[in-house]
């Protein structure tokens, strides 16, 4: 099938925040909960949202914690950084060792992807995030995010690749 460069997300804060507000309890009825807190998940703030993440290699549970940005949802997935668990941010090459080996073919991670605009960043490449989307990548249209997607389907995605592709840490504390 014919791959396309979809435009690149186009912001709205106020949108994405309302988005997820809405988003927040469908998503939790499918767990049987009704407070993100209830499945480990934060929100630190109105437009972002902390999920853990998981992964086992080698018989070695490790933690992640991912963090979802809403500033172009849900007319586009969220962004999506896995993040050091004090600061709650990303900065390379200190933090990369927070970061997942992902070799699935539909999710994998760059820690310093160089972006055509000039711009490097941390990219969990995935068309279910935000940035996959903002440096142009090519995509099969049936892959295309679509606003019936929740987040949840980002966190789905990166969950699955977790499972089966998981190759440890990024760099070893």
Same mark, same amino acid.
């Given at each position: ?69 809403? $500033?172009?949802? *849900? ?15 990303? &900065? !390379? #090459? +200190? ?20 972006? $055509?605009?000039? *711009? ?15 440096? &142009? !990548? #090519? +995509? ?20 699955? $690749? ?12």
């Amino acid at each position: 099938m014919a791959q396309i460069v979809p435009p690149t997300p186009v912001l709205d804060i106020a949108r994405g925040i309302a988005s997820l507000d809405e988003d927040i309890p469908r998503v939790l009825a499918l767990f049987g909960k009704t407070a993100v807190e209830e499945l480990g998940w934060r929100r630190p703030n109105r437009s972002s949202l902390l999920v853990p993440i998981e992964g086992t290699h080698n018989g070695v549970t490790e933690n992640y914690v991912l963090r979802l940005g809403f $500033a172009a949802y *849900r007319k586009w997935p969220p962004s999506a950084q896995f993040v050091n668990p004090n600061t709650l941010t990303y &900065a !390379h #090459p +200190v933090d990369q060792h927070h970061l997942p080996i992902l070799t699935s073919p539909e999710c994998h991670v760059h820690a310093n992807y160089a972006a $055509a605009n000039g *711009r490097t960043l941390q990219l969990i490449c995935c068309s279910a995030t935000q940035e996959f989307y903002d440096t &142009a !990548h #090519p +995509v099969e249209p049936a892959l295309i995010w679509n606003e019936q997607n929740t987040f949840y389907t980002t966190v789905a995605a990166i969950q699955k $690749a977790m499972a089966s592709f998981y190759g440890g840490r990024f760099a070893k504390l």
